[in-house]
């Protein structure tokens, strides 16, 4: 019993003199950033200790849905003192460019000479530029959007948050989708501030989804409000799509993804209907396989590809309803292929279902000889051209590049074959060189 009191005693009093020589926690000052929007976002911050400052680590991120916990770490060069300033830039032009109003947070960990850790509080800012007045208006009853926008008046605004407030009300009862939280809209007052507030995107791009952070970017002026109203309806169910189905395992294709957008919009547009009439009438609709990856860059394909979404996803909800939409949804979550999602849900796979649309609509039956496939790709799908017709000032349409083609071996091995080719002919005149030589010397010798 003496011996444990004595051992507790001894325990105490070494905590004691630990704590006494264990330095105090820095002071922090200057703990900033300063956003250089679109480019770059620079991380400041001025630390003082009793003891020499070590080690200085920033720890940073924007907050969105992910698969599992996502820390970058930066490590920004300094000499070791009292006093330090440290400071890191992230370059978005190297990593990628954020969406605006992207929610971007940081934390220092400072490590003095003795050991002594400190971690910062977490502090966070919005990627957004500061060279439009903008305004914030919110919509529905429970402020499920915020809509920011800076040009225009009030009555523009609320007929586009309104419209936001209509889409996500007809997607939770048409379509089954529900908004789990809530989404900021971004509207720009033209395509080209919409461009040159994000880096690396198409000159056509209307508008964009990021379902991951919660966030909608579209440009649309006063005078495109009707498309803008049916813009805004389509950018907001990728984001509800995008919210369902998030996971690690699964991928939705694009004519799911992308009809369930354009049916959030209401009927097609007389042209667009009128194309996919043609396009049944004339037995030139694309396989549904053919939609589940990118669509085409050509115009006409790409209404198509749309129109013929719509029409697809219409006919499974409104043939077998939303619950069924949903149950299939959250099967592509759960990381079954499309195939498998579809014969689950429904009882046919993806050319059961072609076979099933076409004859609901009365197209011809599927051709079976021609099956293109186009391959998936996991990014954000843009809204590429307006439905209703409209088409903005400078924004071009979207045209293929001509990839030239090259037939033959591949170039390094042409080149080498072509240096074998090289040095042989250059032995054989070097062996035909040898004869002549030798014949001259002979002939000298008898002539001598």
Not at 306 to 319: D, H, R, V
Request: contains cysteine; hydrophobic residues 40%; charged residues 15%.
């Amino acid at each position: 019993m003496r011996k444990s009191i004595l051992a507790l005693i001894l325990s105490l009093s070494l905590l004691t003199v630990t704590s006494a020589f264990a330095s105090p926690p820095p002071d922090v000052a200057n703990n900033e950033v300063t956003l250089n929007f679109p480019e770059s976002a620079t991380f400041h911050l001025t630390v003082t200790g009793e003891t020499e400052i070590a080690s200085v680590v920033l720890e940073y991120g924007n907050e969105q849905q992910t698969c599992g916990e996502v820390i970058a770490k930066a490590f920004p060069q300094f000499a070791p003192a009292q006093t330090v300033a440290a400071e890191w830039t992230w370059e978005m032009r190297q990593s990628g460019s954020l969406p605006p109003g992207a929610q971007l947070w940081w934390r220092w960990r400072i490590t003095d000479a003795n050991g002594g850790e400190t971690l910062t509080e977490t502090e966070t800012a919005t990627w957004l530029d500061d060279i439009h007045p903008w305004q914030t208006m919110s919509s529905g009853d429970t402020q499920s959007v915020q809509l920011h926008w800076y040009e225009g008046d009030q009555a523009f605004a609320a007929e586009l948050a309104q419209a936001a407030y209509d889409g996500l009300q007809f997607n939770e009862t048409q379509s089954g989708l529900k908004a789990e939280a809530p989404i900021d809209i971004y509207v720009y007052a033209n395509t080209y501030d919409l461009q040159e507030a994000i880096l690396y995107e198409p000159s056509w791009t209307g508008g964009q989804a990021f379902p991951d952070q919660d966030i909608v970017i579209l440009g649309i002026s006063t005078s495109d409000l009707e498309w803008g109203k049916d813009a805004i309806a389509h950018e907001l169910t990728h984001v509800l799509v995008g919210h369902l189905t998030f996971s690690c395992l699964g991928d939705v294709p694009t004519w799911l993804n992308e009809g369930l957008a354009v049916y959030s919009e209401g009927d097609l547009d007389p042209q667009s209907q009128q194309q996919l009439d043609d396009a049944i009438r004339n037995d030139t609709l694309l396989t549904v396989r053919s939609l589940s990856g990118g669509f085409s860059e050509v115009a006409d394909k790409a209404y198509l590809s749309y129109s013929q979404s719509y029409s697809i996803t219409k006919f499974l909800i409104e043939t077998h309803g939303q619950d069924k939409m949903t149950s299939l949804l959250l099967a592509l979550r759960d990381g079954l292929t499309i195939d498998e999602a579809l014969t689950q849900t429904y009882g046919f796979d993806v050319d059961g279902l072609e076979d099933a649309w076409r004859k609901a609509i009365g197209a011809s039956p599927r051709s079976v000889s021609a099956q293109p496939t186009a391959q998936p790709t996991p990014t954000f799908v843009p809204t590429i051209v307006p439905f209703g017709g409209t088409s903005f000032e400078g924004m071009p349409a979207a045209t293929p590049t001509p990839i030239p083609t090259r037939t033959g071996p591949p170039l390094p091995l042409t080149l080498i074959l072509l240096a074998l080719c090289c040095v042989f002919l250059l032995l054989i005149g070097v062996v035909i060189l040898g004869f002549v030589l030798r014949s001259q010397n002979h002939e000298g010798g008898n002539n001598g």
